[in-house]
């Protein structure tokens, strides 16, 4: 791969970003790879936890403006030949959305810029650890464009629709700070720090059953379409959970006063 890079530790995952002397700017050709990594790893059960992070000093400042010129060439990566219009947006979309629907948590280690595409790839994570230098926003009306690749679903899920929308219209910008404030990030550490914490993030998590992880990211998943579909999201997997190894290692563990060993089934 050339623009982006993955490395595995046990059941941890990391995605990064290659491109830092662009800012991590997207391309038709990092999405396509990103949809390779995808097809790879998003239903990959043997990992707890995935970081996606970006080299040097910013997560991603968005899209590269070469994009826009040949959008809509369906030369421009393989699965794309044939596609035209919104079929080819979808597409495209999935180099996003996996990451929401993998069965693990994912979580989005952001520095610096988290502009536009790179907004939006930062709010397809289950969680985001930002710097105290992160900037956040989608910024597509700044160009006659909207926000395609995730943003209009997951930001309002977060910061609710008539902030979502205020931010996408004005193209706001916003700090660490406010982002917290507003329930977009999970945590702010310094610039220097957000790797590492990361890291421990990920470490607890893949520590924790998987079979309840899964279940409670698919109930929480089915309620933002409907609530009636996430209470029954939430009976269907807690029957599971109910027979699985992972209950009664779980209850081992505690009477033998020992870590547990969790298998996910």
């Not at 043997?46 to 899209?63: D, H, N």
């Not at 794309?80 to 994912?106: C, H, M, N």
């Not at 926003?137 to 700044?142: A, F």
């Not at 205020?166 to 706001?172: Q, Y």
Request: hydrophobic fraction near 45%; include cysteine; aromatic fraction near 6%.
């Amino acid at each position: 791969m050339n623009t982006i890079s993955l490395a595995r530790e046990g059941h941890i995952a990391h995605l990064q970003l290659q491109r830092p002397e662009k800012l991590n700017a997207q391309t038709h050709e990092m999405w396509f790879e990103l949809r390779q990594v995808g097809t790879e790893i998003g239903k990959d059960s043997s990992i707890r936890a995935l970081i996606v992070s970006g080299a040097g000093r910013s997560f991603s400042a968005g899209l590269d403006t070469a994009v826009l010129t040949d959008f809509f060439a369906d030369s421009i990566a393989p699965d794309l030949e044939g596609l035209s219009g919104a079929a080819l947006v979808r597409k495209i979309q999935e180099s996003f959305t996996w990451l929401a629907d993998a069965p693990y948590p994912t979580i989005a280690a952001v520095k610096g810029h988290a502009l536009g595409a790179g907004c939006q790839l930062a709010l397809a994570c289950d969680l985001r650890v930002a710097g105290d230098d992160a900037r956040f926003g989608l910024l597509e009306t700044n160009w006659g464009l909207m926000p395609d690749l995730g943003g209009t679903v997951w930001l309002p899920e977060l910061v609710g629709p008539a902030k979502a929308k205020e931010m996408m219209w004005l193209a706001d910008q916003i700090g660490a700070d406010e982002a917290l404030r507003l329930g977009m990030v999970n945590r702010v550490v310094p610039a220097s720090d957000v790797e590492s914490e990361a890291r421990s993030l990920a470490e607890r998590l893949a520590a924790r059953p998987p079979l309840a992880v899964t279940a409670i990211k698919e109930a929480v998943r089915a309620s933002a379409v409907d609530p009636e579909a996430g209470l029954a999201a939430a009976g269907q997997w807690q029957v599971r959970c109910l027979g699985s190894n992972d209950l009664q290692e779980a209850g081992a563990a505690w009477l033998e006063q020992r870590p547990p060993n969790y298998t996910g089934t």
